[in-house]
């Protein structure tokens, strides 16, 4: 089992449509979890960080569920501008004792059309 | 300001070449990393430097070499590379390592191994 799945697809959606995208992680002990968008051959960049409480920025929700291991991505009222790879990010131990690493999902595609 | 540079932005290098890679952020974090993308593909994690010490190495070949001259500076040495080499080469930056903070990326080098 990968240490974090994500759906590649791509999603094709027309524009001002929601849209969900979730991610699971393997190790329990994880510690933190993010989001980010990356366009093509550019870098990834920060869209949000994801709590326990669940958080919200503009259009874009994330939440976490620790129970069942898995983080989510819900983007409302899609643009054209959303079109992009999203990339689910976790910070869990690494086998060397005492560190943490970030692990990268393999990404989903999104293409909003108009 | 949240920026991480890197250079050059592409590099063309031949298999017997030595050239280095360069990344630099004033932001005062502490944990720098070095990652490799192929297309299609997520950000694959190849060193960590903590507090300018080496954290973790992914089992990365001998001939791609770090450095961390210091807090603000990471350096990438390449030397006898092949082609399958041939990526994006991603820097990061995050507050700390083993804390919940968000890493920030650098642009890239986009570096082709002929």
């Known amino acids: 089992r990968k240490e974090v799945e994500q759906d590649p697809g791509p999603f094709n959606v027309p524009e001002g449509a929601t849209v969900a995208f979730n991610c699971t992680y393997s190790n329990s002990a994880s510690q933190s979890f993010f989001w980010y968008r990356q366009d093509c051959r550019k870098e990834p960049k920060l869209l949000m960080s994801v709590y326990s409480s669940g958080n919200e920025d503009g259009r874009f929700t994330a939440q976490l569920n620790r129970a069942s291991q898995y983080i989510s991505l819900l983007i409302r009222d899609s643009k054209l501008s959303d079109s992009a790879t999203y990339l689910c990010v976790v910070n869990m131990p690494a086998t060397t004792s005492g560190t943490y690493k970030y692990i990268f999902g393999t990404g989903t595609r999104l293409k909003v059309l108009a | 300001d949240t920026e991480v540079t890197q250079t050059p932005k592409h590099l063309v290098m031949g298999m017997t070449n030595k050239k280095s890679l360069k990344c630099e952020q004033h932001m005062g974090h502490r944990a720098m990393y070095w990652y490799k993308q192929k297309a299609k593909k997520p950000p694959e994690l190849m060193f960590v430097y903590s507090y300018e010490k080496l954290s973790i190495n992914e089992s990365v070949p001998s001939r791609f070499s770090p450095e961390c001259p210091n807090s603000s500076l990471l350096n990438l040495h390449l030397h006898a590379l092949q082609p399958e080499d041939s990526a994006l080469y991603l820097c990061?930056?995050?507050?700390?390592?083993?804390?919940?903070?968000?890493?920030?990326f650098g642009p890239g080098t986009r570096l082709t191994v002929t």
């Open positions: 990061a930056s995050s507050q700390e390592e083993q804390s919940s903070y968000e890493q920030y």
